[in-house]
């Protein structure tokens, strides 16, 4: 594997210095010029002052500087702080508060989000003349595969976003990844429609990048640009939250576009109902893939592989699954509170041992020990093992609801609301209850020209779980509260019903 980021490039830049790298709308950016402009941006860099281990702040759309600003700060040894340019002011704030960059980069468009005395380097307006004058040869900069190489603030669905640092090591598994369980090569046209600041987005783009594939950016998650231009690059693979992939299938036109060179969409981020996976499967028509992970593991490392979908066929009850650990890493299912393993069958937290955790928090040190115990990464997330090895995920542990004593978790819920024809979307968590505790709530948004009868739903839902489990209360909604991450923000939706 690739020590650093820097050799990951050198590698694939040896492949073929004219082909291409990373593309938005008519834009290509060659591997030979990516290395050349990375070289650029770290002698730029070092000449404004910042020395290894010295953070940059990005506050940028999908672009293919946002790429060579990796590549480049990588090279001289700096932190890259992807800022999330959906967050408002205030919490730019708290997270440069937090950070404490050296420089930030923005562009014209999210320049505002920044606090008053920022004194930025605006992508549109200096950023080339920035570069001018700095050799295209590499610095002479001493970078390890444990030194920090990004900083990713977690879109946590309960509050503040934490820093979680990402070394070089961990990000020397994603071309592997890309290579052994995405079937990517140097012909694959990559797209990625994720947002670079989330590891959904700059991890996964690496997968690609890492074998000398092409990497595909977007300008506008539209499902109208999505789908023109999966076939106008000729696109192999993706990766899609459920939302994105919900809204692929309403594009206008779906049903004729050529797709087939399509060969698989991976899909994570947010659980995706049967429903919705199989209705994609239909009309795409090319394989599925699921993926689990989360930043704190640098990506993937749970999947259900193309082979593993089987709607209609004998495996089909794997679709309910998220699939199996990687075989490079070990996942262990524990009692939350004890710790102990938990039988096959039974529902614990997942904990997962490999090269590919963060080493912690950014100035949390409380976190980082809650979060890492004797290499093992606690997820926060719940599931059960089936006797095969596959990994079914319940919830977050923190989002487990508790009914007059019973264990309920929303995902359970959430499927089978969603397989009634007129939900078309939908969440559940607890809301209080005097008599127990708390009792199960859903919040839906009706199907597209669907009315959603609560009545008629609830009765259905009655057919399919226990009496516990079934929601004692429906609100109708026209759409649910998400993160960047595409996650429902429950504790939105929990504070709704406390007022």
């Not at 082909?19 to 290395?35: I, Q, W």
């Not at 109902?273 to 699921?290: P, Q, Y």
């Not at 650990?325 to 070990?330: A, F, R």
Request: contains cysteine; proline residues 7%; negative net charge.
């Amino acid at each position: 594997m690739d020590a650093t980021l820097s050799d990951l490039l050198d590698r694939v830049t040896a492949l073929g210095a004219d082909r291409p790298a990373v593309s938005l709308d008519d834009r290509t950016v060659t591997f030979g010029e990516l290395d050349a402009r990375a070289n650029r941006v770290a002698h730029a860099l070092a000449a404004a002052g910042l020395r290894p281990g010295d953070r940059l702040a990005v506050l940028l759309r999908n672009t293919p500087e946002y790429v060579e600003v990796l590549f480049g700060s990588a090279r001289a040894g700096v932190v890259l702080v992807a800022l999330n340019w959906r967050l408002a002011a205030p919490e730019i704030a708290a997270v440069l508060g937090d950070a404490r960059p050296a420089l930030v980069l923005t562009g014209r468009g999210e320049a505002h989000l920044l606090p008053a005395g920022t004194d930025p380097l605006l992508l549109e307006d200096g950023y080339e003349a920035w570069l001018a004058g700095h050799p295209a040869t590499p610095p002479d900069v001493p970078v390890g595969p444990d030194d920090v190489v990004l900083q990713l603030y977690s879109s946590g669905t309960t509050g503040l976003p934490k820093g979680v640092l990402i070394t070089h090591a961990n990000l020397a598994y994603t071309p592997r990844m890309g290579r052994e369980f995405y079937g990517m090569g140097p012909d694959t046209v990559n797209l990625v429609p994720s947002p670079l600041f989330h590891i959904g987005g700059i991890g996964y783009g690496l997968t690609a990048l890492g074998q000398g594939g092409h990497t595909v950016l977007l300008s506008a998650l539209t499902p109208e640009h999505l789908l023109a231009e999966l076939e106008r690059r000729r696109v192999t693979h993706a990766f899609a939250v459920p939302a994105v992939v919900a809204a692929l299938l309403t594009a206008p036109g779906i049903a004729e576009a050529d797709l087939s060179a399509l060969d698989r969409i991976a899909y994570g981020g947010a659980p995706m109902t049967e429903a919705l996976l199989r209705r994609a499967i239909d009309v795409l028509g090319c394989g599925f893939m699921a993926v689990y992970g989360m930043t704190e593991t640098s990506g993937t490392v749970v999947t259900l592989t193309p082979d593993e979908h089987d709607p209609g066929g004998p495996r089909a009850h794997l679709l309910r699954s998220v699939g199996r650990p990687l075989p490079w890493l070990e996942v262990a299912l524990t009692d939350p509170v004890t710790g102990a393993p938990v039988a096959d069958g039974e529902v614990g937290e997942i904990r997962v041992r490999s090269g590919q955790n963060t080493p912690g928090y950014w100035n949390r040190p409380q976190e980082t020990a809650a979060a890492l115990d004797d290499g093992w990464l606690r997820t926060g997330d719940a599931a059960w093992r089936d006797a095969d090895g596959y990994l079914h995920l319940h919830d977050r542990i923190k989002d487990m609801i508790i009914t007059g004593g019973e264990n309920v978790y929303p995902a359970e819920v959430e499927n089978a609301l969603a397989a009634h024809p007129s939900v078309g979307d939908v969440a559940v968590i607890g809301v209080p209850s005097p008599r127990w505790g708390e009792t199960v709530a859903a919040v839906v948004v009706p199907a597209e020209g669907a009315v959603v009868d609560a009545e008629a739903l609830l009765a259905d839902v009655r057919t399919r779980l226990a009496r516990y489990k079934c929601p004692t209360s429906v609100t109708i909604v026209d759409s649910l509260p998400r993160n960047a991450s595409g996650k429902v923000l429950k504790r939105e939706l929990r504070a709704a019903h406390r007022v």
